[in-house]
């Protein structure tokens, strides 16, 4: 089992920046794709960013492309999302995910087994 914890967020205005950190435990995630998503309230999860196994590719919403990037470690067995240009409609729960397949990663939340706690990103305007 992979055990997933996120941090780094909390309250930003508009047009600032947050850098969130994902720490995986108990497995190496070197064989893992991983996935940023997001649920403001009174909407449904939604895949914000993935990032494949190695690395080499990754792959972005049409809303924060551009604006976040997501990047690994797999030396420190952590995932990040930096998110700049911050805008209020990013305010959300945040959530790292990761899927056990060394090919091309997925935006379905379904397909994801393993899930962190999450953390609140608050955009103020």
């Known amino acids: 089992q992979v055990q997933l914890v996120e941090s780094g967020g909390g309250l930003v205005q508009a047009g600032g920046s947050l850098r969130l950190s994902c720490a995986a435990y108990r497995r190496t995630i070197s064989n893992y794709a991983m996935g940023w998503f997001r649920q403001a309230p009174g909407k449904e999860r939604e895949f914000v960013a993935a990032i494949n196994w190695s690395g080499g590719n990754t792959y972005y919403a049409d809303s924060v492309k551009g604006r976040f990037t997501i990047s690994r470690d797999n030396a420190k067995n952590t995932v990040y999302l930096q998110m700049n240009s911050l805008k209020p409609e990013d305010t959300a729960v945040y959530y790292c995910?990761?899927?056990?397949?060394?090919?091309?990663?997925?935006?379905?939340?379904?397909?994801?087994?393993?899930w962190g706690q999450g953390t609140q990103v608050t955009v103020s305007s």
């Open positions: 995910a990761a899927d056990r397949t060394l090919g091309t990663p997925v935006r379905e939340v379904g397909k994801y087994g393993y």
